[in-house]
């Protein structure tokens, strides 16, 4: 599977973004979905992840109660919306796709879309 992440952008401490991630092929449904992000100098680190039929989700304590991932399987996407953004969630943002299950584990992903960066301004 092939993913495509949407342009981020810049936007003001407080402000919302909504990430959108785009699948290419028949078969989006049967991976788990997440997103990660990684900041200049640090390591990329887990946000957001949702299962296959969309029914759970797992959150990093960092973005929980701010960040809502969801998932579109008729048009094999998946989002993030983020909102009460803090300069800190300042980084490139992936997505990525497992085949078995899903989880917070970078390595463990199979596919990974080309990166968009989320500016947060103070």
């Known amino acids: 599977v092939q993913l495509q992440a949407c342009e981020g952008g810049l936007v003001q401490a407080g402000g919302s973004l909504r990430l959108t991630c785009s699948a290419s092929?028949?078969?989006?449904?049967?991976?788990?979905m997440a997103w990660f992000r990684q900041a200049p100098g640090k390591e990329r680190e887990f946000v957001a992840a949702i299962s296959r039929a969309a029914d759970s989700t797992y959150y990093a304590e960092s973005v929980k109660g701010r960040f809502t991932i969801s998932r579109d399987n008729a048009k094999s996407t998946v989002y993030l919306e983020m909102n009460s953004l803090k300069p800190e969630d300042t980084a490139v943002y992936y997505c990525?796709?497992?085949?078995?299950?899903?989880?917070?584990?970078?390595?463990?992903?199979?596919?990974w879309g080309q990166g968009t960066l989320v500016t947060v301004s103070s």
């Open positions: 092929g028949r078969t989006f449904s049967t991976y788990g």
């Open positions: 990525a796709a497992v085949k078995f299950g899903f989880n917070s584990r970078w390595s463990d992903y199979d596919y």
